[in-house]
């Protein structure tokens, strides 16, 4: 299936595989890359700079496809060697980055320099068009449905992704809450460019996570998601469990006056605990909506090839009755 940006990064089919710390490690971003769709690294998973040359090393020997490396720029208190993170993604001949969190402004000039293309991931139309402005090549909108941070705006893709493509011109991708064919079918004709997935992708055989994580996903219904952080600003959708029914219920007690603080041993440090150990209730982990419509842990290869396959059908099938 050909795109806008399956011609901007070179790949077969447009499903991207979005930055999850924990999970995207070589082996999945390979995984995907080899299905013909775009798997992407977690940088900051890796604890230095160095550790993700090694990383993106190992990715280099596991495919000869694109593949990209996503750098979160996180809010306040934490302070990676961002400079040096990027220096191994241009080193290491990385020529995608995904980037999140904050706008990628202050490091544009080096990445456009280095021929690397940039896909901003946010989460509203204002800050899609921000991304346009800098020089950004496509960007990822990240409907409140996702999982991981859905910003504080709450616009669900229905409405999020026309809306983008009112004001963008650059290619976009809908991200959150996609997992399968019909969701790219309507993604295509919402005038989305392809689809980013995160949840579905943890779901798959070669996912390098905890057996238990892939199990949780695929027993939860769409009603087993929360939201927690809202009163940070930090808003993040994750999976229900014992811990995140604490963290609720410290919000609800401390209301206006929480602090990050409070809540500091349920979200801090937890993904090795969760997606390494396969320890559920260790903490709040990301996951979206999306896990009502997880039913299978494939390989990316099948789920990859499935989806786009059927989306086709659908096409030339169902769609073509009514035109
Ligand atoms: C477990 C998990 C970890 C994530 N970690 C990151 C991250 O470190 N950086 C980032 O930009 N996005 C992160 N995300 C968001 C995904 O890249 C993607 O935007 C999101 O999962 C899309 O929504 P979906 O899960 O409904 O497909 C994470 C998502 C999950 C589920």
């Not at 775009?38 to 993106?56: K, S, V």
């Not at 995904?98 to 990445?111: C, F, I, K």
């Not at 800098?134 to 409907?143: F, H, L, T």
């Not at 229900?240 to 919000?251: D, R, S, Y």
Request: aromatic letters at 4%.
């Amino acid at each position: 299936m050909k795109t806008r940006i399956t011609e901007l990064f070179g790949i077969e089919h447009p499903v991207i595989q979005g930055g999850m710390h924990y999970v995207g490690f070589a082996e999945l971003a390979a995984a995907v890359s080899n299905a013909g769709g775009l798997g992407i690294i977690t940088g900051l998973t890796q604890q230095t700079p160095e550790d993700l040359a090694n990383e993106i090393a190992k990715c280099n020997k596991l495919t000869d496809k694109p593949f990209g490396v996503n750098l979160t720029f996180l809010p306040g208190f934490a302070n990676p060697d961002y400079p040096g993170y990027i220096n191994a993604i241009i080193e290491g001949g990385v020529k995608i980055i995904e980037t999140a969190g904050r706008s990628p402004e202050a490091y544009m000039e080096v990445l456009k320099g280095a021929g690397i293309k940039v896909i901003h991931k946010c989460t509203s139309v204002r800050h899609a068009l921000k991304a346009e402005k800098i020089g950004c090549d496509a960007v990822s909108v990240d409907g409140f449905e996702c999982g991981g941070h859905p910003g504080e705006d709450d616009i669900p893709n229905m409405i999020l992704l026309p809306r983008a493509a009112e004001e963008l011109s650059i290619p976009f991708v809908a991200s959150g809450g996609i997992g399968n064919a019909q969701q790219l079918v309507a993604a295509l004709a919402l005038g989305a460019d392809g689809i980013n997935m995160g949840t579905r992708f943890i779901a798959t055989v070669e996912a390098p996570v905890h057996q238990n994580v892939k199990d949780n996903i695929v027993a939860a219904s769409e009603l087993d998601t929360r939201l927690i952080m809202r009163g940070l600003r930090n808003t993040e959708r994750v999976m229900k469990n014992t811990a995140v029914e604490k963290i609720v219920a410290i919000e609800k007690e401390k209301g206006a006056d929480i602090a990050i603080g409070d809540i500091m041993a349920l979200v801090g440090g937890v993904y090795p605990k969760v997606m390494t150990e396969g320890t559920m209730d260790a903490g709040a982990w990301s996951c979206g909506m999306v896990a009502g419509l997880i039913h299978d842990i494939p390989t990316c290869e099948d789920l990859v090839t499935r989806i786009v396959s059927e989306a086709q059908d659908i096409i030339s099938g169902r769609l073509a009755q009514f035109a």
